[in-house]
């Protein structure tokens, strides 16, 4: 059996302005800070084999803490991006709708298969992350894998275990610094634990 703990990062500037920040970088917020030193001290009692990260700078300082602890290496994975927005990058969806009304008509015309003007789609980034997903199955067999990434990205990876495809994407609910735990056993999935945050609601 594998297991995965899936965390998504603490919270950015770019979600307390709302702006889409998919490959973009943006830095970690007071308030995430915070829910680093609660997630730390949440996954201490954890027994990890491997780490991974997304190669973006808010999943790497939301798990750098326990790595050092853990004495572990993050493996970066550029498999594990968010969804890139491409000219969205750094907008809100408000402006968006303003600016681009002609692109929210796409949207909803082709719903997963949209691609965002110099991105591309959620069922391009399925894909890739499916992969990925597949691959750490393969190379840690019966160990503790944790992974730190995106919202879009855990949904995949939660879509891809499920459903093999990525029509569950948007049933799942992922906030910042949560932990979500999926165990595998004969490519059956089971998620034990779902969008997590009671560590650190009195912290934040």
């Known amino acids: 059996?594998?297991?995965?703990?899936?965390?998504?990062?603490?919270?950015?500037?770019?979600?307390?302005?709302?702006?889409?920040?998919?490959?973009?970088?943006?830095?970690?917020?007071?308030?995430?800070?915070?829910?680093?030193?609660?997630?730390?001290?949440?996954?201490?009692?954890?027994?990890?084999?491997?780490?991974?990260?997304?190669?973006?700078?808010?999943?790497?300082?939301?798990?750098?803490?326990?790595?050092?602890?853990?004495?572990?290496?993050?493996q970066t994975a550029d498999e594990l991006r968010e969804i890139h927005f491409g000219n969205f990058e750094g907008i809100s969806f408000q402006t968006i709708q303003e600016e681009y009304p002609d692109e929210i008509i796409k949207m909803i015309d082709l719903g997963d298969n949209y691609v965002y003007p110099g991105?591309?789609?959620?069922?391009?980034?399925?894909?890739?992350?499916?992969?990925?997903?597949?691959?750490?199955?393969?190379?840690h067999n019966e160990q503790v894998i944790l992974i730190c990434a995106h919202a879009g990205t855990i949904r995949n990876v939660l879509s891809h275990l499920i459903s093999k495809?990525?029509?569950?994407?948007?049933?799942?609910?992922?906030?910042?610094?949560?932990?979500?735990?999926?165990?595998?056993?004969?490519?059956?999935a089971v998620i034990e634990r779902l969008n997590d945050t009671c560590f650190i609601q009195d912290m934040v």
Request: charged share 25%.
């Open 1 to 74: 059996m594998i297991t995965l703990i899936l965390i998504r990062h603490a919270t950015t500037e770019a979600n307390e302005h709302q702006t889409f920040s998919g490959f973009k970088e943006t830095q970690i917020s007071a308030a995430g800070k915070k829910q680093i030193d609660a997630l730390t001290k949440r996954l201490c009692h954890y027994k990890i084999h491997a780490i991974y990260a997304s190669p973006s700078n808010r999943t790497w300082q939301t798990v750098k803490d326990i790595a050092d602890k853990k004495r572990l290496p993050i």
């Open 119 to 139: 991105g591309e789609s959620l069922v391009q980034s399925y894909k890739r992350t499916a992969v990925k997903i597949d691959d750490i199955k393969r190379i």
């Open 165 to 188: 495809s990525p029509s569950l994407h948007w049933h799942f609910k992922i906030d910042n610094a949560s932990l979500t735990i999926v165990t595998i056993e004969n490519d059956f």
